[in-house]
């Protein structure tokens, strides 16, 4: 089955279930580190999803401040499911792992489905925090000089990797 068919899938079962539980806007939401996942390997993504009827949340804004906009936090808050694309770079960007914090907080209040993709990149690392992500990983550690936040984020990184998710190896896109 494809990723986008287990979205389809478990998009409209949660349509019936959940619909007048919680008010989605979208049934995706896409968080990834626009620097390191090329941009056509995303926009495949986002046209696969689009094309079979997903509405689907991605973050355009390139001009990134020190918070994440309130309005991010209540797209990621209205997704139904948020697909995230963990890089080798991801782990370096404080934006991307506040939005991390906010989908697993979404995961467990309103029981969003979170299903990660690996591109080009192990489990483990990510699990880990070991190899290239590990690396970017401390430095933004040493930057920020924020134990609590850092362990936060390493708690994040360490439940992420055990979903079950896709893990996409370095090849044409």
Not at 36 to 53: C, E
Not at 80 to 88: F, N, Q, T
Not at 90 to 107: H, R, V
């Amino acid at each position: 089955m494809s990723s986008s068919m287990a979205i389809q899938g478990a998009s409209s079962s949660l349509l019936s279930t959940s619909s007048s539980i919680h008010s989605w806007t979208h049934d995706v939401f896409l968080s990834f580190r626009s620097e390191d996942v090329p941009q056509k390997f995303i926009s495949h993504l986002y046209y696969a999803l689009h094309h079979r009827g997903i509405n689907t949340c991605i973050d355009k804004n390139l001009e990134r401040g020190e918070e994440i906009l309130p309005e991010l936090f209540k797209a990621i808050e209205r997704s139904m499911i948020s697909i995230i694309v963990l890089s080798k770079n991801y782990s370096e960007s404080k934006w991307c792992l506040d939005e991390l914090l906010k989908i697993l907080e979404c995961k467990e209040k309103v029981k969003q489905i979170v299903l990660p993709l690996l591109y080009d990149v192990a489990p483990s690392e990510v699990r880990h925090q070991k190899g290239s992500f590990g690396e970017v990983f401390s430095k933004l550690g040493c930057k920020i000089k924020d134990e609590v936040k850092v362990t936060e984020w390493k708690a994040a990184l360490q439940k992420v990797a055990n979903f079950f998710g896709f893990t996409l190896g370095d090849r044409n896109e």
